[in-house]
């Protein structure tokens, strides 16, 4: 028996569902159920950034700074393109006074909006650097 693990293919339909209920639970502040659906959500398309932001954003409503931080560093290491993270990423740096590396972030997920021409998120960037 091969003891490689094997990442089952998920359609996108599915993809949407668990996202969706994720996001519901989170909206109804049921955090704990919505960090499971999201923790699945990376397990089987750690390449999709919304598991990653959302379950970053979980842990942050509950003040787990730390491993929100980590999990949005783990997306940008893992996902192709993960944007939002960076910016998700500076907000929490900049919270700890960390303006340099803050800066650094934004300044990628610029980058990366220009790259893949994501006017929305050219805005989100202009957005948060504003921010204080």
């Given at each position: 028996m091969n003891a490689t693990m094997v990442r089952p293919t998920v359609s996108a339909n599915a993809l949407e569902g668990l996202y969706a209920t994720g996001h519901w639970l989170y909206s109804q502040n049921r955090l704990e159920h919505a960090r499971s659906v999201f923790r699945a959500m990376i397990h089987i398309a750690p390449h999709?950034?919304?598991?990653?932001?959302?379950?970053?954003?979980?842990?942050?409503?509950?003040?787990?700074?730390?491993?929100?931080?980590?999990?949005?560093?783990?997306?940008?290491?893992?996902?192709?393109?993960?944007?939002?993270c960076e910016v998700a990423?500076?907000?929490?740096?900049?919270?700890?006074?960390?303006?340099?590396?803050?800066?650094?972030?934004?300044?990628?997920?610029?980058?990366?909006?220009?790259?893949?021409?994501?006017?929305?998120?050219?805005?989100?960037?202009?957005?948060e650097r504003v921010r204080t």
């Open positions: 999709d950034e919304r598991g990653w932001l959302a379950l970053g954003a979980c842990h942050e409503a509950q003040e787990q700074h730390d491993v929100a931080l980590e999990l949005y560093g783990a997306a940008i290491a893992t996902a192709p393109a993960a944007p939002r990423r500076a907000r929490i740096l900049r919270l700890r006074g960390k303006e340099d590396e803050a800066q650094d972030a934004l300044d990628e997920a610029a980058r990366l909006a220009e790259e893949l021409r994501d006017g929305e998120l050219a805005i989100l960037v202009a957005a």
